[in-house]
Nanobody
């Protein structure tokens, strides 16, 4: 059974930092591209960052220079380090693992940025 379990969300003031984690089980983690998406209330889910099996990364323009995605294949875990958080970063953040046409989602973790 495939499971992706996110953690690390919470409430933080503008300018603060959070580190999200996503632990994967039931997949060959090392060959999967892993990504973080987010969905704000009333908005569509959007891609935040992706890291390939080879370690290449790509980011949404809105988070470049502030967020960093990384992975630890020994721990089957993908991370999202979020710095300089803004109120517009408030959303539910989802982890996704994908290979070819197959993909799996986590249940999401809430991030709220507010003063």
């Amino acid at each position: 059974q495939v499971q992706l379990v996110e953690s690390g969300g919470g409430s933080v003031q503008p300018g603060g930092s959070l580190r999200l984690s996503c632990v994967a089980s039931g997949i060959n983690f090392s060959v999967y591209a892993m990504s973080w998406y987010r969905q704000a209330p009333g908005k569509q889910r959007e891609l935040v960052a992706v890291i390939t099996s080879g370690g290449s990364t790509n980011y949404a323009d809105s988070v470049k220079g502030r967020f960093t995605i990384s992975r630890d294949s020994a721990k089957n875990t993908v991370f999202l380090q979020m710095n300089s958080l803004k109120p517009e970063d408030t959303a539910v953040y989802y982890c996704r693992g994908a290979i070819s046409l197959k993909g799996y989602w986590g249940q999401g973790t809430q991030v709220t940025v507010s003063s």
